[in-house]
Nanobody, 119 residues
Framework: QVQLVESGGGLVQPGGSLRLSCEASGSIFRVYPMGWYRQAPGKQRELVAAINSGGMTNYADSVKGRFTISRDNAKNTVYLQMNSLKPEDTAVYYC?????????????WGQGTQVTVSS
């Protein structure tokens, strides 16, 4: 069994900051790319940022320069530092990771954490 547990969401004013965390736990052999997606009401889920095990990153154009993704491979944890938040960043944020277990590699998702940017 593998679980991704997210934390760090909440309500913040425009211009503020939040840090999301996501820890993978269970019978894990290896964690490959990890990433953050978000889904706003009435919209499709979209990639926010991703990072591979070597530290290479990519970001959605809408968050470049404001968000930073990082990971701690020893802790199987990925972080998303979100600065200069805007109302349009409001969404449920989901952690995703490709993880190898004894039966092979699969994509896993967290339960989602709400981020609301509002004054």
């Amino acid at each position: 069994q593998v679980q991704l547990v997210e934390s760090g969401g909440g309500l913040v004013q425009p211009g503020g900051s939040l840090r999301l965390s996501c820890e993978a736990s269970g019978s894990i052999f290896r964690v490959y790319p990890m990433g953050w997606y978000r889904q706003a009401p009435g919209k499709q889920r979209e990639l926010v940022a991703a990072i591979n095990s070597g530290g290479m990153t990519n970001y959605a154009d809408s968050v470049k320069g404001r968000f930073t993704i990082s990971r701690d491979n020893a802790k199987n944890t990925v972080y998303l530092q979100m600065n200069s938040l805007k109302p349009e960043d409001t969404a449920v944020y989901y952690c995703n990771a490709r993880i190898r277990v004894v039966t092979g590699a699969s994509d896993y998702w967290g339960q989602g954490t709400q981020v609301t940017v509002s004054s």
